[in-house]
Each structure stands twice: as structure tokens, then as C-alpha cells.
């Protein structure tokens, strides 16, 4: 079994923002990603067998205001795991992407997403989204949306709305309350 669950995220606008912290979440989210699953991938293919599980989140169906790097990185890591998955489904190798919602970690404290309305909000239990992600994948699924009803119904609008209208409201849900 690989899990592959990197994930930092910077908050705030872009523009004017720090440029070395947006390629830091790229790098992380998406390089890292790409680059263990090249290498531990082959390992998987040649034995026939392997599960990957690999942590996208519901900001990968919705674009985000003042979380741009971090929602296009989580999207870019959703496509590559259903990608993957339809690659590797009949070489024995099951990949399945865990798209939680708001958890309760310190990725708001770290994203500088406190003062706003998603950081503020309840938040899944941690735990109960990794025992969902390993459910999933080991019973073989494409993909899960973990913890509350909110999440799933967020997952559900991102990716039936017109973009423009996700982004506007994920938006005011970014948006920092300090007016920044």
C-alpha cells in the first residue's frame, strides 16, 4: 500500500502574494506526488498487486480566490489518481483519491486561513477521514468524499456549477475577514 497524502496549502491573494510560498505548494502537492509515485509505482506494477491512495480534497472540483495555488494543486492531483487509476487497472494496481473537506489539522494555521470563514468553520475529525480513505481503498473505490454532508454537497455543486460561479462563492469563504 502507498499513501500518498502531501498537502500544504497558502491562503491570501496571489497577486502581491509571496511567489516562493505559491511554488511551494505546487512542488509539494503536485511534484512530490508525481515524483514517489514514479518511483514506487513500478515496484507495484511488477509484483501485480498495490493500493495508492492518494489525498486530492474537494477544492479540486471548485476553483478558489485566495487559495488559487492550493485548488489547482488538489485538481491537478484528483485527475492524475483517476488517471493513474485507469492506467493501472489491469495491472493489479488499485488507486483511489481521498477528497476531504475542511479537517481539523493545523493546515488553516499554517495556509493563513484563520481570519477567514473556512477556517473558522467546524471541521472534520482527522482520524475519521483517514479511516474513510483507507475504507475506500481497500474496498477498491474510484474516489471518496469523506466526513459531512456539507463536504459532499460541495463536491457535488463544484462540479455541476459553472466554475465562475464556484469560484465567487469559495471566494467569500477564503476571503480574509481583515479585508486584506
Known amino acids: 500500500m502507498l499513501a500518498l497524502n502531501a498537502g500544504i496549502g497558502q491562503g491570501g491573494p496571489f497577486p502581491g502574494g509571496n511567489l516562493s510560498e505559491h511554488l511551494a505548494v505546487v512542488d509539494l502537492n503536485v511534484r512530490s506526488t508525481v515524483h514517489l509515485a514514479g518511483l514506487l509505482l513500478p515496484a507495484m506494477i511488477e509484483r501485480g498487486a498495490g493500493r495508492v ?54 493546515f488553516f494555521e ?45 463536491a457535488t455543486l463544484g462540479s455541476h456549477l459553472p466554475d465562475a460561479a464556484n469560484a465567487r462563492g469559495q471566494g467569500k469563504m477564503n476571503e480574509p475577514r481583515s479585508g486584506t
Request: proline share 5%; aromatic share 6%; charged share 25%.
Open 53 to 106: 491512495l492518494i489525498t486530492s480534497s474537494i477544492g479540486a472540483e471548485i476553483p478558489a480566490p485566495f487559495q488559487s495555488t492550493y485548488h489547482a494543486s488538489k485538481s491537478f492531483v484528483h485527475s492524475f489518481a483517476e488517471a493513474l487509476r485507469i492506467e493501472l487497472q489491469d495491472r493489479g494496481v488499485s488507486v483511489t483519491s481521498l477528497m476531504p473537506g475542511p479537517t481539523d489539522t493545523n
Open 110 to 154: 499554517r495556509a493563513d486561513l484563520e481570519d477567514t470563514r473556512v477556517g473558522q468553520m467546524k471541521k472534520d475529525e482527522a482520524h475519521a477521514v483517514a479511516r474513510a480513505g483507507l475504507d475506500a481503498l481497500f474496498a477498491g473505490k474510484d474516489h471518496v468524499v469523506p466526513g459531512s454532508f456539507r463536504n459532499k454537497v460541495m
